[in-house]
T-cell receptor, first 114, second 114 residues
């Protein structure tokens, strides 16, 4: 059974800092990994999608890396801003018994202090 | 273009009742997935549909069922509601049913079971 863990569960940083969020998964046989942000009471916004054959993806101040063999992904946020405050979730997609299955982590709640 | 839409926004039901949640994907998207998110946890995958066929399934009881219509919209049905079914139900759409495409989420339906 796939288990996805995100550390830390919560993080508070001053504005302008660079930071790293971690995501680890127990079964490395994945199709892809996707990072999302979720604002309180809202749906999820896709940030980055990394296919299993890729090592990293970049979008603006965000950079996500994937090390499938070790079961790890990191989301790097450069020059953090108060608007980055949200919960960040990672999710892995894989084949399970002939079906596709998506497993989310429990998230990292980020607070960027002005 | 409109994003993923879900209805209703909020819903209050009594234990033992039945509920139907609806989702309209982004125009041109043919795959819809459903997730349950209990407060403080990451989303749990329920179903994925593509071209009106079930392509993915999570670990949920048979009380949960779904279908996809010819226009690619989808319904999630839950029978014999339990208090533990109280959650935010999220719908996501993607271009196709494969792993290559990002998922885009709707705002969710908040279900409260009393």
């Amino acid at each position: 059974k796939q288990e996805v863990t995100q550390i830390p569960a919560a993080l508070s940083v001053p504005e302008g800092e660079n930071l790293v969020l971690n995501c680890s998964f127990t079964d490395s046989a994945i199709y892809n990994l996707q990072w999302f942000r979720q604002d309180p009471g809202k749906g999820l916004t896709s940030l980055l999608l990394i296919q299993s054959s890729q090592r990293e993806q970049t979008s603006g101040r965000l950079n996500a890396s994937l090390d499938k063999s070790s079961g790890r992904s990191t989301l790097y946020i450069a020059a953090s801003q108060p608007g980055d405050s949200a919960t960040y979730l990672c999710a892995v997609r894989q084949n399970s018994g002939g079906y596709q299955k998506v497993t989310f982590g429990t998230g990292t709640k980020l607070q960027v202090i002005p | 273009d409109a994003g993923v839409t879900q209805s209703p926004t909020h819903l209050i039901k009594t234990r033992g009742q039945h509920v139907t949640l609806r989702c309209s994907p982004i125009s041109g998207h043919k795959s819809v997935s459903w997730y349950q998110q209990v407060l403080g946890q990451g989303p749990q995958f329920i179903f994925q549909y593509y071209e009106k066929e079930e392509r993915g399934r999570g670990n949920f009881p048979d009380r949960f069922s779904a279908r996809q219509f010819p226009n690619y919209s989808s319904e999630l049905n839950v029978n014999a509601l339990l208090l533990g079914d109280s959650a935010l139900y999220l719908c996501a759409s993607s271009l196709a049913g494969t792993d290559l495409y990002e998922q885009y989420f709707g705002p969710g339906t908040r279900l409260t079971v009393t």
